[in-house]
């Protein structure tokens, strides 16, 4: 009789299933506990009515009625959706400067540097900078506009014009990584291809758009992806450049959301987190188009 082999242990039949998640069990433990938690304790705490520090009082869902009915609350969104369009601008322009750079001429890496450099200078920096840009009185723009005989205009003070002249300051970094990200791209885009579409006659746009921007296809993406996010919790240069002025005209869900929860004219935490909650709400909508645009694109690739 042939001995029959050793039974294996119940660990050794499952190991290979099991070891990427003993890899990733402390990842996941501090994301369940620093992510996960806190979102589901903020939305716990949207049905109280509580200044942080004394009793919370449970009201239900009144805070969510009270947004509905609240006009600060409706030029918060407005706003944020205005900032998720033009925004998207980064994107385009992005794509542009990295063709533009993506030369062999001589003096170009300098050319480059200077466009890499709003994006590792801090956005308080940008936000003053720009801040100064814009005053009537001592700002770059008006002597500007005074050369081609515009009349002055006090961009932060317009309750028509804040919006875009706050838009303008954070688009200045934002163009910048988009650039970054297609420059990278650029990088590994196959010149067989490129030499391929020229024998077939492709210049100019539609080499672009048929051989150049099908291979961008992943940079664009992750472009889109950031600049969306990006608009959606604005509230860095919202904060240095107006605080929310003229008369609350430049407010956004994230800085509204301070004001009523952390600031000296709210400490109302149940109403605060009411608004995170509803940024929040939007944020995962879009969240979950992504993963479920990453399944697809991993799929096909399968």
């Known amino acids: 009789m042939t001995a029959s082999p050793p039974r294996l242990s119940w660990w050794r039949r499952h190991q290979r299933q099991l070891a990427p998640w003993l890899f990733l069990m402390p990842a996941l433990l501090m ?5 996960i938690a806190p979102i589901f304790e903020s939305i716990a705490i949207s049905l109280y009515d509580w200044d942080g520090l ?3 009082r449970y009201i239900g869902l009144a805070n969510y009625i009270e947004l509905a009915g609240d006009p600060d609350f409706r030029v918060a969104l407005k706003n944020n959706l205005l900032w998720l369009v033009l925004f998207l601008l980064s994107v385009p322009i992005g794509l542009g400067l990295a063709l533009f750079l993506n030369q062999t001429v001589s003096g170009i ?9 709003p994006f590792v200078i801090s956005q308080v ?7 100064w840009f814009y005053n009537p009185t ?6 500007l506009l005074a050369l081609v005989g515009l009349p002055d205009v006090a961009v932060l003070s317009d309750e028509r014009l804040v919006n875009y002249g706050i838009i303008a300051a954070a688009l200045y970094p934002q163009i910048a990584y988009c650039m970054i990200l297609y420059l990278t791209g650029l990088n590994s885009v196959r010149p067989d291809l490129i030499e391929a579409a020229r024998l077939e006659g492709a210049k100019g746009w539609s080499m672009l758009w ?5 291979q961008l296809r992943p940079a664009t993406f992750i472009a889109m992806v950031v600049t969306i996010i990006g608009s959606l919790r604005s509230f860095d240069m919202v904060s240095i450049m107006t605080s929310g002025g003229p008369y609350g005209s430049s407010r956004v869900l994230a800085f509204y959301m301070y004001e009523q929860a952390l600031s000296e004219y709210g400490y109302r935490m149940g109403y605060g987190t009411a608004i995170a909650t509803v940024l929040f709400s939007i944020m995962l909508v879009y969240i979950t188009f992504v993963l479920w645009r990453i399944y697809q694109q991993e799929k096909d690739l399968a």
């Open 138 to 143: 001592i700002g770059l723009l008006p002597q």
């Open 31 to 35: 994301f369940g506990l620093y992510v």
């Open 125 to 131: 920096v940008i936000g003053l900078v720009f801040t």
């Open 210 to 214: 048929h051989v150049v921007l099908p």
């Open 109 to 117: 890496r300098l050319v480059k540097s200077m466009f890499f450099f």
């Open 54 to 56: 004394g009793e919370a």
